[in-house]
């Protein structure tokens, strides 16, 4: 079976099987125990869709390439120096780990950050730094302008403890690995510190080194959260998979 057919089948699975109401009973009481928790609830993350498969250390190696360098602007670093004075962990996140690893230089990049919003605009003001964008406090995004000259989109790191099958209603972490596990693809799902070292907690940089499109989990948990997840799947399945690898699980996952 190919990726599109298997990908099909797993949908309607997800359509027919979707209860949102029970979903969101179980996952809000999960949640309430161990959001603020700096490890990683067992019982969470399988509640969540547990990855066949995780590295014992995400932290696995490290970048030094011209793509890595080329983020790094007077005002990024500007940026990073007022996390690093109030002591809130920053990484990249998302798109911009994945275009780094192929070697492409991103053309804008997302952050990701313990620090809650509220604990960043108070940063931000006691730093006299402009933030635009109030709209998306609401999804965790603070977006400071930076020198007056580049903006930056940072979110806080968080866990999705109810779902519809398009929003979502999120409670804040510090737990990194709980962000990753809550994203749609392994390849999606890395995070890249400013040191250069590359966090990875579900292989997704062996499916990309393999080009494979793979979910964190359990596909059909990731498309009930989701259904616009149906279509970032075949967008990248486009972009990155190769014919010799057209699963959506890990070998042997299935």
């Known amino acids: 079976m190919n990726g599109s057919s298997l990908l099909v089948k797993l949908t309607t699975r997800a359509f027919l099987s979707f209860n949102g109401r029970q979903q969101n009973r179980w996952l809000k009481s999960m949640a309430n125990s161990v959001v603020c928790s700096r490890g990683a609830s067992p019982e969470l993350i399988a509640q969540l869709g547990k990855p066949p498969r995780m590295r ?3 932290a696995f190696r490290k970048l030094a390439t011209p793509e890595f360098q080329s983020i790094f602007t007077p005002e990024l670093n500007d940026l990073l120096a007022l996390f690093k004075k109030y002591d809130y962990e920053l990484r990249i996140a998302g798109g911009a780990v994945r275009d780094i690893l192929m070697g492409i230089s991103p053309k804008d990049i997302d952050l990701a950050t313990t620090a809650t919003p509220d604990q960043m605009k108070q940063m931000f ?7 635009i964008n ?3 406090e609401k999804h965790g995004t603070i977006t400071p302008r930076i020198n007056d000259k580049e903006n930056f989109e940072v ?5 999705d403890i109810r779902t519809d099958g398009r929003h979502a209603e999120v409670m804040y972490t510090t737990d990194w690995q709980l962000d990753a596990n809550r994203r749609d693809l392994t390849i999606n799902s890395m995070f890249l510190g400013f040191d250069g070292t590359v966090y990875d907690f579900f292989y997704g940089y062996d499916d990309l080194q393999e080009r494979r499109v793979v979910f964190v989990g359990e596909a059909d948990i990731r498309i009930k ?3 616009l997840r149906i279509l970032r799947y ?7 998979a190769s014919e010799e690898n057209t699963t959506i699980g890990h070998p042997g996952s299935h």
């Open 56 to 58: 014992t250390n995400p």
């Open 125 to 131: 003001e006691k730093e006299e730094v402009r933030m």
């Open 134 to 136: 109030a709209n998306g």
């Open 155 to 159: 979110t806080t790191l968080r866990i």
């Open 225 to 227: 959260e989701d259904f």
């Open 234 to 240: 075949f967008r990248f399945y486009g972009r990155i």
